[in-house]
Structures are given as structure tokens and as C-alpha cells.
């Protein structure tokens, strides 16, 4: 038996991922001129605000600029740098990170310069940089230098040449289920964006030519984000570019941000292959559940192919808000099997996805129908009294628990690691805020969930009624006084932890 559980699969079974009409369509356009009076040389996109690195023309002053996505400055804050500054941006779920010279050095979103979260750079200067989420390390090159993936100490994991002698910015793409990918913006030859695997190491031959920008006579490169923040409905890629007559800020549409459920699927042969050729019944058994944490939308449906041809759908069903530890499972299902259908070999599908879209996850068997009934075409046709596989829904049961309670946290003091207890009466989206004495937001980068790294501001994640922990790292943190806030639907609590290191 084959089982694969992947968002997208092969073998005719599966259809390409929903894409946009107009793919790198332009959503934002500052328009040349937005920033007057500064040089402008990269853009960070985080929690609904730009961060800009500039410089002030004429003092050479580098400074960050914050505001809101209608315009509104909300702050200008100066850089520990001279002269040029930061050259690029990248946020890490707590803090602006801009490439200095010889250090990659840290922002708070307030504006705060952060010392202790600073990383030694590989080069001079450091300059187009990118944050991966997946091993917390940062990506860094500049120009025609080597590209650097290092940890936060500043040691090199990997390098090598990236081949383009002019990059300036580059940007980490999570939102592609075949990725990771690193996304390069090169000025030289008409500001072209390149698609690298940063797994593997090579280009993947995707590349794309920013057309002038509106309003523009010429441009060049600057820093490069991508980002679901701009509209959870889509990923988008942004970055600005120095142009004439001045700089500004775009934003670029990607692709559909996809919910990736965990939804596992098994069906298993039971007898009726070979089928006669005059038709019987095939029997089966179908087990799926949800063995996520989250409520998912989907259908579930059969399928049969032929012969190697593609799959058609037999039955189905769409299934909304199916619950975390929620089951289907039907033993003794049956399907009739007609006397029209040619004899030969054939594939009998369990499927879930979004039907004549996308599988996620499916399974199969194989069978026989004998005879002497040859052909090519497998002709469907209505079948009255056939049971569906996916009408019965089982519950996965949990102790009852009748309040929420919330326990602190254990060591405190602690160091490196601390862990947060609760326990939810009903399924509950769960969020922990985490902050300094100055009520700065430390972020859930430190926090684990459910297994699950995080890299939100906040560590969020819907839990189902039970038991539950997560687990506070400080590594990386300053010792001293933490405030943590724990809220899951109307419940909220709070607590006091020390690092002591």
C-alpha cells in the first residue's frame, strides 16, 4: 500500500496550487518622491508598520523610518551607524534586524536599539540580508561577495558565490509549500528577481524583471520583504528602489496563503477483487482524522483510476470546522463496481483536499475486474443506495475539564528554559505575550508550541480541550524580569518570571 501525505501530489491525482490571475501584479506604490530628502536603502514590512532604512541627504544622518500602511510617520529613530547605515532589513518575529558594516544589529519595534541581540557579520560591508525561521539563522551578502548563512554568535553554517554582481536585497519566501526559497534582488540589467533554494544551493531558474515603476525615469535596487502581513489572504513581496526622480516603496502580489492541515488518511481493501465482469461489490475501510491543532475546512472523496489514466471523483463530501482529534472511520464501506466498466487493473482512492483543486493526503488499494470487457474509457454512471464513507464523525474524547486553569511558571527562576501550564475546558485559540520591564514585546521566537517553533510576535496556536504547556527559551536573552500574559477566549492570567544566568 502507498501513503503520501503531502499538500501536492503527483500521479494525475492532484491539481496545481490555486494561483493568482496576474502573478507580481502591483499592489503598492509609494510613487517616486515619498521620501524627500533621504536616500532610501531598505524596507522591512512587520506587524502593520514600514521600517526604512535612510539617510538623511546632505548630513549623511542614517536613520529608521516607521509608518503605518496609509502613510502616517509614527517615527523617525536614529541608527548606532554612520554614513550610509543600514543597507537592508529583515525582522525575526521580535526585532528589526539592519546590516551595518561589520555587525547585523538589532531594533526593538519602538524604535529601541537592542545591543545584546547584535551578530558579528561575515563581511564588509554587510549587506543584503534575509532571517530563516525554520533554523533561526540569517542570510547575508553584499553586491558580488559570497552569500553567508550564520547563527546568531556569527558563525558560518554555509557559503558560496552567488554569481550576480549586483544584489542588494534579499528575502525570506515560507509561504510556497515547495520551498523555502530566498528570494535576490539584482540592479544590474533591469532589477531582476531570482529565486534561490537555500537548501540546495542553486538557483531554481525563476526569475523576474521588475518593469519601471510608475512615474519613474530610471531605478535601481534596494533592500527586499516578503510577508503575509500586508494581507493574510496572500503572500506578497516588497522593496523599494532608488530611483529618478526619487525613491519609493512597492509591494508586489506572490501567491494565495494557503492553510496547511495535518489530515491523515487510510483506506484498506477487504474483498471483492477480483470483481466479476458482470460487476460486484468492492469492500473497504476508511480511517481519517485530524491530527492537527487547528479546525479544518475540506472534502473527502473517492476516487477511481484506470489503468494508469487520471483519477475521477465517485463520491464526496465538504467538511467545515472539522475539530483537532476529529475521525471518520467506516468499516465494511462498500461501492458497486458496474458491469460497463472495462476489465483490467484499477486504482481505488481515499482522498482529502479541496476536490478538483488540491489533495492534501490520500491512500489507495488496488483491484481486478475479471472478464473479457476491454476498453479504454471508464464511463461513470449514477449508482442509487451507494452509502457515503464520510457521513459518520467521530469525536476524539478528552477528560473534562470544567474551568480554565492556569499555572505558573516552572523553575522560576529559571534559566535557559521555562515551562507555562494550562488547561482548557473547551478548544481555545491560545496566546502568549511575553515583555520586558519596560513593557517592550519580546516575542514568541523563545517560545515553543506544541512542538512547533514559532517566529510570530506573539506564540498562537487553537489547542484542544485538555492539558497543555509551552515552553519559554531565554537563550539570547538578558538576564532580569519578564512579564508573560496568557489569554485563551475570555480567560486571561499573568505572572512574574526571573533568568538568572
Not at 525554520?134 to 553567508?148: A, K, M
Not at 464511463?379 to 469525536?395: D, H, M, S
Not at 527559551?473 to 518570571?497: H, N
Amino acid at each position: 500500500m502507498k501513503r503520501l501525505s503531502t499538500l501536492v501530489l503527483i500521479l494525475g491525482l492532484a491539481f496545481a496550487l490555486p494561483v493568482i490571475a496576474q502573478p507580481w501584479s502591483l499592489l503598492f506604490w509609494s510613487g517616486p518622491g515619498s521620501f524627500s530628502g533621504y536616500q532610501i536603502l531598505g524596507v522591512e514590512f512587520a506587524q502593520d508598520w514600514f521600517f526604512v532604512a535612510a539617510t538623511e541627504q546632505g548630513t549623511m544622518t542614517p536613520v529608521i523610518i516607521k509608518f503605518d500602511r496609509d502613510g502616517n510617520l509614527i517615527g523617525i529613530f536614529n541608527q548606532s551607524t554612520t554614513g550610509w547605515g543600514w543597507r537592508d532589513l529583515t525582522y525575526d518575529g521580535s526585532y528589526i534586524y539592519g546590516s551595518g558594516n561589520t555587525t547585523i544589529e538589532a531594533m526593538d519595534l519602538n524604535g529601541n536599539l537592542v545591543p545584546s541581540m547584535n551578530i558579528p557579520g561575515p563581511i564588509n560591508p554587510c549587506g543584503a540580508l534575509a532571517y530563516d525561521p525554520e533554523f533561526d539563522h540569517f542570510w547575508v551578502t553584499s553586491w558580488s561577495d559570497q552569500l553567508y548563512e550564520i547563527d546568531r554568535n556569527g558563525n558560518v553554517i554555509s557559503s558560496g558565490n552567488h554569481g550576480l554582481s549586483g544584489l542588494y536585497g534579499i528575502a525570506w519566501d515560507d509561504g510556497d509549500p515547495d520551498g523555502p526559497w530566498l528570494w535576490m534582488v539584482d540592479q544590474v540589467g533591469g532589477l531582476t528577481f531570482y529565486q534561490f533554494d537555500p537548501r540546495s544551493h542553486v538557483f531554481t531558474g525563476l526569475t523576474y524583471t521588475l518593469p519601471l515603476l510608475p512615474g519613474l525615469t530610471s531605478q535601481t535596487a534596494g533592500g527586499l520583504f516578503f510577508t503575509d502581513e500586508w494581507n493574510p489572504d496572500y503572500y506578497v513581496v516588497g522593496g523599494n528602489v532608488q530611483g529618478t526622480p526619487g525613491d519609493g516603496i512597492y509591494i508586489l502580489e506572490m501567491y494565495p496563503n494557503i492553510i496547511q492541515y495535518d489530515i491523515f488518511v487510510d483506506i484498506d481493501y477487504v474483498s471483492g477483487s477480483p470483481v466479476p465482469n458482470s460487476g460486484g461489490n468492492l469492500y473497504f475501510d476508511i480511517f481519517i482524522e485530524n491530527q492537527g491543532n487547528i479546525p479544518a475546512d475540506f472534502d473527502a472523496w473517492l476516487a477511481v483510476s484506470y489503468e494508469g489514466q487520471d483519477p475521477i471523483t465517485l463520491i464526496t463530501r465538504s467538511l467545515e470546522d472539522f475539530p483537532p482529534g476529529g475521525i471518520i472511520e467506516r468499516q465494511d464501506m462498500w461501492y458497486p463496481v458496474p458491469r460497463t466498466w472495462p476489465s483490467g487493473y484499477y486504482l481505488f482512492y481515499c482522498c482529502v483536499g479541496i476536490e478538483g483543486q488540491v489533495t492534501w493526503s490520500y491512500d489507495f488499494f488496488e483491484f481486478v475486474k475479471s472478464g473479457n470487457t476491454l476498453g479504454n474509457e471508464l464511463v461513470l454512471r449514477p449508482t442509487e443506495g451507494v452509502p457515503n464513507p464520510f457521513e459518520v464523525v467521530f469525536i476524539e474524547k478528552v477528560n473534562t475539564i470544567d474551568d480554565y486553569v492556569f499555572s505558573s511558571a516552572f523553575p522560576n527562576p529559571f534559566n535557559p528554559t521555562t515551562t507555562i501550564s494550562f488547561q482548557l475546558p473547551v478548544a481555545s485559540m491560545v496566546k502568549l505575550d511575553v515583555f520586558d520591564v519596560r513593557g517592550n514585546i519580546i516575542g514568541a521566537r523563545h517560545a515553543t508550541l506544541l512542538g512547533r517553533y514559532k517566529t510570530d510576535p506573539y506564540a498562537e496556536g487553537f489547542y484542544p480541550p485538555g492539558t497543555h504547556q509551552i515552553t519559554f527559551d531565554g537563550s539570547g536573552l538578558v538576564s532580569g524580569i519578564y512579564i508573560y500574559r496568557l489569554s485563551a477566549g475570555d480567560f486571561s492570567a499573568s505572572g512574574k518570571m526571573v533568568l538568572m544566568k
